[in-house]
């Protein structure tokens, strides 16, 4: 427990660290203000901005709230009218306010696309025909109004933290062992009382420690936020209502867009805390095989970024080599780190001949396999910039999908882990 506490102290009192939270923190206030005062909404006539905005909203929201039917639907539209008017440049109607654009949206005539594609609602539909209506029948879950506005902020908040989160693990962990290998004081601390077994199980558990609460305050941060400025209304809504885009006949209206807001939320918290851990461990592992600090944040952000980079440029052509290789270098960091079970007593022969294989041999699976298996969708930073929606889509080919990746990033995180142990403790 010392060695662990030391190790995290040591963290902790680094500048890059200080540096680090403090950037996150702010950037992070920022976008929380910005989400929060950039709230524009008509009643009646009246103009309503920033956080008044919000608060009229979840007040004129209350006396419809609960189950919905054409009666409260007619009976908003009677009150506030269909929202219309636009200027030019600007992403919404002028006029309105979260009542009538969410009838707007799902039970009526009108669209907003752009400031120059738009139509102005005429009529309201029966909830019945809408793909809420069907989408309520087929799942047998009442259709509820209540005010969900917190939860899309908080989906936002969120992608914009683990993004920032993965930067921060990146910088913070690359020195955990290779601040010891420039600095040529590992061999001293090989030689105290705790050895090498208790020193590197302190790092690994301090990373891990650090790894974990970086997401944890990034989700309570997020938290506290929404529920002090939007509130926490809206859990039980379809997070088609609530969350972006929604493909509702899809799967006969059994997909994410009528999983209730809080079954959708949970599944992108545990993409994005799977996400957090494999980027720690790879950020241990290339700490371990790196001589210098600058090396391994170097070398963990490329092996994070460039297998989605690849695959950005090269997904217009699935057959083209870069596309190829984007599907490759996800298993041939893997591979590489296998090379490390190669026992050295070996002849030399055989363990170049072993390591190649060990190197190789992944990567050639994964080319095999990579039509009954989405690798790509294994990659940190993909697990946590794309929500539950793309990976239930993915079901109808890959029905085990999610246990299937849940169980490879684990795997290959204890891996990455392993293998910096093996390294490190190399003199």
């Given at each position: 427990?010392?060695?662990?506490?030391?190790?995290?102290?040591?963290?902790?009192?680094?500048?890059?660290?200080?540096?680090?939270?403090?950037?996150?923190?702010?950037?992070?206030?920022?976008?929380?203000?910005?989400?929060?005062?950039?709230?524009?909404?008509?009643?009646?006539?009246?103009?309503?901005?920033?956080?008044?905005?919000?608060?009229?909203?979840?007040?004129?929201?209350?006396?419809?709230?609960?189950?919905?039917?054409?009666?409260?639907?007619?009976?908003?539209?009677?009150?506030?009218?269909?929202?219309?008017?636009?200027?030019?440049y600007y992403g919404r109607f002028l006029n309105q306010n979260y009542l009538n654009a969410f009838i707007m949206k799902h039970f009526s005539d009108g669209y907003f696309r752009s400031y120059d594609d738009?139509?102005?609602?005429?009529?309201?539909?029966?909830?019945?025909?809408?793909?809420?209506?069907?989408?309520?029948?087929?799942?047998?879950?009442?259709?509820?109004?209540?005010?969900?506005?917190?939860?899309?902020?908080?989906?936002?908040?969120?992608?914009?933290?683990?993004?920032?989160?993965?930067?921060?693990?990146?910088?913070?962990?690359?020195?955990?062992?290779?601040?010891?290998?420039?600095?040529?004081?590992?061999?001293?601390?090989?030689?105290?009382?705790?050895?090498?077994?208790?020193?590197?199980?302190?790092?690994?558990?301090?990373?891990?420690?650090?790894?974990?609460?970086?997401?944890?305050?990034?989700?309570?941060?997020?938290?506290?936020?929404?529920?002090?400025?939007?509130?926490?209304?809206?859990?039980?809504?379809?997070?088609?209502?609530?969350?972006?885009?929604?493909?509702?006949?899809?799967?006969?209206?059994?997909?994410?867009?009528?999983?209730?807001?809080?079954?959708?939320?949970?599944?992108?918290?545990?993409?994005?805390?799977?996400?957090?851990?494999?980027?720690?461990?790879?950020?241990?592992?290339?700490?371990?095989?790196?001589?210098?600090?600058?090396?391994?944040?170097?070398?963990?952000?490329?092996?994070?970024?460039?297998?989605?980079?690849?695959?950005?440029?090269?997904?217009?052509?699935?057959?083209?080599?870069?596309?190829?290789?984007?599907?490759?270098?996800?298993?041939?960091?893997?591979?590489?780190?296998?090379?490390?079970?190669?026992?050295?007593?070996?002849?030399?022969?055989?363990?170049?001949?072993?390591?190649?294989?060990?190197?190789?041999?992944?990567?050639?699976?994964?080319?095999?396999?990579?039509?009954?298996?989405?690798?790509?969708?294994?990659?940190?930073?993909?697990?946590?910039?794309?929500?539950?929606?793309?990976?239930?889509?993915?079901?109808?080919?890959?029905?085990?999908?999610?246990?299937?990746?849940?169980?490879?990033?684990?795997?290959?995180?204890?891996?990455?882990?392993?293998?910096?142990?093996?390294?490190?403790?190399?003199?």
């Open positions: 427990m010392r060695l662990y506490k030391m190790e995290l102290y040591k963290i902790c009192s680094r500048k890059l660290f200080l540096l680090s939270v403090t950037a996150t923190i702010m950037i992070l206030l920022l976008f929380m203000y910005t989400l929060a005062v950039d709230n524009y909404i008509t009643i009646n006539g009246v103009e309503y901005k920033g956080l008044q905005a919000v608060r009229m909203d979840r007040e004129i929201v209350e006396e419809f709230k609960g189950v919905l039917t054409d009666e409260k639907v007619s009976a908003i539209i009677q009150k506030y009218g269909f929202p219309s008017g636009v200027k030019e738009y139509k102005v609602a005429a009529h309201t539909n029966p909830i019945a025909e809408t793909d809420l209506g069907k989408a309520s029948a087929a799942t047998g879950k009442p259709l509820r109004l209540e005010y969900t506005y917190g939860w899309e902020v908080f989906e936002a908040v969120l992608g914009i933290g683990f993004v920032l989160g993965l930067v921060f693990i990146v910088l913070t962990l690359s020195p955990i062992y290779s601040e010891e290998n420039y600095n040529n004081t590992k061999q001293i601390l090989f030689t105290t009382k705790e050895g090498q077994r208790k020193d590197i199980a302190a790092k690994i558990a301090a990373g891990m420690t650090i790894a974990a609460s970086v997401f944890a305050v990034i989700v309570l941060f997020d938290f506290l936020f929404v529920w002090s400025v939007f509130g926490l209304d809206g859990l039980g809504c379809f997070s088609g209502q609530a969350l972006g885009e929604s493909v509702w006949e899809w799967n006969g209206y059994n997909n994410t867009s009528t999983w209730s807001v809080q079954k959708y939320l949970s599944f992108y918290l545990l993409q994005g805390f799977f996400g957090m851990i494999e980027a720690a461990a790879l950020s241990l592992y290339f700490s371990a095989h790196c001589n210098s600090p600058f090396q391994s944040i170097v070398a963990s952000a490329i092996g994070l970024v460039l297998p989605v980079f690849l695959n950005v440029i090269g997904r217009d052509n699935f057959r083209g080599i870069i596309f190829q290789i984007s599907q490759l270098i996800i298993l041939l960091l893997p591979g590489i780190a296998l090379m490390c079970f190669v026992p050295d007593i070996l002849s030399k022969t055989v363990v170049r001949i072993s390591k190649i294989l060990c190197c190789v041999l992944p990567a050639i699976i994964g080319q095999f396999f990579r039509h009954v298996f989405p690798f790509y969708y294994t990659v940190p930073f993909i697990l946590i910039i794309n929500g539950a929606s793309e990976l239930d889509f993915m079901q109808v080919r890959f029905p085990w999908i999610w246990s299937g990746i849940f169980s490879f990033v684990a795997v290959v995180s204890v891996l990455y882990i392993v293998c910096s142990w093996k390294k490190y403790k190399e003199f």
